[in-house]
C-alpha cells in the first residue's frame, strides 16, 4: 500500500494543479468520476465550477437509476478493494489523495470519518440535471434570475439554455465559456462580413463584444451595457463635450449614434453606414437637388463633403457650421477673398447676402442672377442716373447685352466691379488713368489719323 501510495504522487501532477485542499474536495465525486473520467483532466482547466470542485455531482445531477448507498469506513476491508478499482478509472495521484493518511492507513480524515460512498447501480436513464436547467443555474446565480425583467434579454439565457454559452463543470476560458468570447459570440451572430470592411471598429475587430453587449439581458436594445450615447461616450470622450453646446445634430441629440455609424465595421470613414453626402441626403433629401444646379460647390468628391462644413455631431453656431459666417467661407475662400476684403464696401456684408452655400442656377452660386443680385442693395435708377462710369452714357448691364469680347452677358462684376473689393473706387477692377483706362479692357484701341475707340 506504501509503495502504491509512493508511486502515486507525481503522476497525478500531471493532471491537476489544484491545492491539497481543493483535491480533497475532488474526492466527493469518485464515485461519478468512475464512469465519467473525461471529465477529470477538467479539474485543471483555469475556470472550474464550484460545485463541480467542491460540491457533490448530485447537487445537480440525478444518479443513473436507482442507487443502493453504502459507507466505506477508514481501515475497513472493502477501502483497498476501492482503491484498485479506482485506480483502474483515476490517475493514481487523485486515489492517493483520497484514500491515503501518510502513516500506512487509508482514509480521507485521520480521525477514521466515512471516505466515499459506494455504489449498486441498475441499468436506468442518463444522468438528468435535478430541475429544469435555467432553475437549476439560478439555485446559486439568484441574481441572474431578474435580469429576465429586462426590456431585452438574450434568447438562450430568456429560454433557459446556459449551457450554450457555459460549460457546466469546467473551461480554458473566464466565465466557463465553451470558447473564447470572440469566437462564441460569431457563432450565433455571423458578422464576419463586418469584420472584413475597409475600416473595422476595434472592439469588434479584437471581438471583444462583451464590451457593448450584455450576455444575458439589457433594457436597452441591442443588449447594449448602456445607453447608446453614453456607451459610444466611453471610448470617445472628445465626443462627449460636444453635447453641451448649443445647436445639436438630431440624431446625436436624441441618443442614436448608429443612424449615422457601423458598429462594427464599415467601407467608409469614420465608419459610416453610406458615403458622403449620400448619408446626410438620407434626412436632408432637398440638398441633394441643390447639388445637381449647374453651379454647386464640389460636395461629394474628394475635395469637398458635408463634414467639412457642418460639425456632425453639435455645434456653437446655427446650421451646425464649424465656424461663424464669413469665416466659415474663409477655410476655402481665404486667399481669393480676404486680401481686398478690408478694402470693400461690403465689408459687413455676409458671404451669404449674395451667395447660397449649396448649390445655384447662376454662377457663382448667386442666389439671385445678375443685376438682380446687385440692386437687392443697389438701386435700379443708378443704371439711368449714376455717372459712375464717368462716361457718355449707361453701359448697358441687362441679360440681353453681351460682353464683346467674352460674349457672355454683361454683368456689374464680369468687367467692371469685383464684388468682394478693390484698391478703386466704387470697387473697379482697373484703373489706369481717369476717364478711359476702364474702357480699354473691353473696348480695343482703332488705330487711324485720331486714335479712338472701337464701340
Given at each position: 500500500?506504501?509503495?502504491?501510495?509512493?508511486?502515486?504522487?507525481?503522476?497525478?501532477?500531471?493532471?491537476?494543479?489544484?491545492?491539497?485542499?481543493?483535491?480533497?474536495?475532488?474526492?466527493?465525486?469518485?464515485?461519478?468520476?468512475?464512469?465519467?473520467?473525461?471529465?477529470?483532466?477538467?479539474?485543471?482547466?483555469?475556470?472550474?465550477?464550484?460545485?463541480?470542485?467542491?460540491?457533490?455531482?448530485?447537487?445537480?445531477?440525478?444518479?443513473?437509476?436507482?442507487?443502493?448507498?453504502?459507507?466505506?469506513?477508514?481501515?475497513?476491508?472493502?477501502?483497498?478493494?476501492?482503491?484498485?478499482?479506482?485506480?483502474?478509472?483515476?490517475?493514481?495521484?487523485?486515489?492517493?489523495?483520497?484514500?491515503?493518511?501518510?502513516?500506512?492507513?487509508?482514509?480521507?480524515?485521520?480521525?477514521?470519518?466515512?471516505?466515499?460512498?459506494?455504489?449498486?447501480?441498475?441499468?436506468?436513464?442518463?444522468?438528468?440535471?435535478?430541475?429544469?436547467?435555467?432553475?437549476?443555474?439560478?439555485?446559486?446565480?439568484?441574481?441572474?434570475?431578474?435580469?429576465?425583467?429586462?426590456?431585452?434579454?438574450?434568447?438562450?439565457?430568456?429560454?433557459?439554455?446556459?449551457?450554450?454559452?457555459?460549460?457546466?463543470?469546467?473551461?480554458?476560458?473566464?466565465?466557463?465559456?465553451?470558447?473564447?468570447?470572440?469566437?462564441?459570440?460569431?457563432?450565433?451572430?455571423?458578422?464576419?462580413?463586418?469584420?472584413?470592411?475597409?475600416?473595422?471598429?476595434?472592439?469588434?475587430?479584437?471581438?471583444?463584444?462583451?464590451?457593448?453587449?450584455?450576455?444575458?439581458?439589457?433594457?436597452?436594445?441591442?443588449?447594449?451595457?448602456?445607453?447608446?450615447?453614453?456607451?459610444?461616450?466611453?471610448?470617445?470622450?472628445?465626443?462627449?463635450?460636444?453635447?453641451?453646446?448649443?445647436?445639436?445634430?438630431?440624431?446625436?441629440?436624441?441618443?442614436?449614434?448608429?443612424?449615422?455609424?457601423?458598429?462594427?465595421?464599415?467601407?467608409?470613414?469614420?465608419?459610416?453606414?453610406?458615403?458622403?453626402?449620400?448619408?446626410?441626403?438620407?434626412?436632408?433629401?432637398?440638398?441633394?437637388?441643390?447639388?445637381?444646379?449647374?453651379?454647386?460647390?464640389?460636395?461629394?468628391?474628394?475635395?469637398?463633403?458635408?463634414?467639412?462644413?457642418?460639425?456632425?455631431?453639435?455645434?456653437?453656431?446655427?446650421?451646425?457650421?464649424?465656424?461663424?459666417?464669413?469665416?466659415?467661407?474663409?477655410?476655402c475662400h481665404r486667399a481669393a477673398i480676404q486680401a481686398t476684403y478690408d478694402r470693400s464696401a461690403h465689408f459687413d456684408t455676409l458671404c451669404v447676402r449674395c451667395h447660397t452655400p449649396h448649390g445655384s442656377n447662376w454662377a457663382p452660386l448667386l442666389i439671385k442672377p445678375q443685376p438682380e443680385v446687385c440692386l437687392q442693395c443697389h438701386p435700379a435708377s443708378a443704371f439711368d442716373e449714376s455717372s459712375a462710369t464717368e462716361y457718355r452714357n449707361n453701359h448697358p448691364v441687362r441679360p440681353k447685352h453681351y460682353d464683346v469680347n467674352a460674349r457672355k452677358p454683361l454683368t456689374c462684376t464680369s468687367t467692371c466691379h469685383n464684388p468682394?473689393?478693390?484698391?478703386?473706387?466704387?470697387?473697379?477692377?482697373?484703373?489706369?488713368?481717369?476717364?478711359?483706362?476702364?474702357?480699354?479692357?473691353?473696348?480695343?484701341?482703332?488705330?487711324?489719323?485720331?486714335?479712338?475707340?472701337?464701340?
Amino acid at each position: 500500500m506504501l509503495l502504491l501510495a509512493c508511486g502515486i504522487t507525481t503522476v497525478v501532477q500531471t493532471y491537476t494543479t489544484k491545492t491539497p485542499e481543493q483535491i480533497k474536495r475532488i474526492t466527493r465525486n469518485l464515485e461519478c468520476l468512475q464512469c465519467h473520467s473525461e471529465l477529470i483532466p477538467q479539474f485543471s482547466y483555469p475556470t472550474v465550477h464550484d460545485p463541480f470542485m467542491r460540491k457533490d455531482c448530485t447537487t445537480c445531477h440525478t444518479p443513473h437509476g436507482h442507487v443502493e448507498v453504502t459507507s466505506v469506513i477508514a481501515g475497513a476491508k472493502q477501502v483497498w478493494q476501492r482503491v484498485k478499482t479506482l485506480v483502474e478509472w483515476l490517475p493514481l495521484k487523485v486515489v492517493l489523495d483520497v484514500f491515503s493518511t501518510g502513516d500506512g492507513k487509508v482514509a480521507e480524515e485521520k480521525g477514521g470519518e466515512v471516505v466515499s460512498k459506494t455504489e449498486k447501480k441498475v441499468k436506468g436513464k442518463d444522468s438528468e440535471p435535478t430541475l429544469p436547467k435555467s432553475e437549476l443555474c439560478w439555485m446559486c446565480h439568484g441574481d441572474m434570475g431578474p435580469l429576465l425583467s429586462g426590456d431585452y434579454p438574450h434568447v438562450p439565457f430568456q429560454e433557459g439554455r446556459c449551457t450554450e454559452c457555459h460549460e457546466p463543470h469546467a473551461s480554458k476560458f473566464r466565465a466557463l465559456l465553451t470558447q473564447d468570447e470572440r469566437d462564441l459570440c460569431v457563432t450565433c451572430h455571423p458578422i464576419g462580413r463586418e469584420l472584413n470592411r475597409a475600416q473595422v471598429h476595434p472592439p469588434a475587430g479584437g471581438r471583444w463584444c462583451l464590451n457593448c453587449h450584455d450576455p444575458h439581458a439589457s433594457n436597452y436594445r441591442g443588449i447594449l451595457v448602456d445607453n447608446q450615447r453614453d456607451l459610444c461616450f466611453t471610448c470617445h470622450p472628445t465626443v462627449a463635450p460636444l453635447s453641451l453646446k448649443p445647436v445639436q445634430h438630431h440624431p446625436f441629440l436624441y441618443d442614436n449614434c448608429t443612424g449615422c455609424h457601423e458598429p462594427h465595421g464599415s467601407d467608409y470613414t469614420p465608419l459610416l453606414i453610406e458615403y458622403q453626402p449620400g448619408l446626410c441626403y438620407r434626412c436632408h433629401p432637398g440638398i441633394k437637388y441643390d447639388f445637381l444646379k449647374p453651379s454647386h460647390h464640389p460636395v461629394g468628391t474628394v475635395k469637398l463633403n458635408c463634414a467639412d462644413c457642418h460639425n456632425p455631431h453639435a455645434a456653437d453656431y446655427p446650421a451646425l457650421l464649424a465656424a461663424k459666417n464669413n469665416a466659415m467661407c474663409y477655410q476655402c475662400h481665404r486667399a481669393a477673398i480676404q486680401a481686398t476684403y478690408d478694402r470693400s464696401a461690403h465689408f459687413d456684408t455676409l458671404c451669404v447676402r449674395c451667395h447660397t452655400p449649396h448649390g445655384s442656377n447662376w454662377a457663382p452660386l448667386l442666389i439671385k442672377p445678375q443685376p438682380e443680385v446687385c440692386l437687392q442693395c443697389h438701386p435700379a435708377s443708378a443704371f439711368d442716373e449714376s455717372s459712375a462710369t464717368e462716361y457718355r452714357n449707361n453701359h448697358p448691364v441687362r441679360p440681353k447685352h453681351y460682353d464683346v469680347n467674352a460674349r457672355k452677358p454683361l454683368t456689374c462684376t464680369s468687367t467692371c466691379h469685383n464684388p468682394h473689393g478693390t484698391q478703386q473706387n466704387y470697387m473697379l477692377r482697373y484703373y489706369d488713368f481717369p476717364r478711359d483706362g476702364n474702357c480699354l479692357i473691353c473696348h480695343q484701341v482703332v488705330p487711324g489719323k485720331r486714335v479712338g475707340i472701337d464701340f
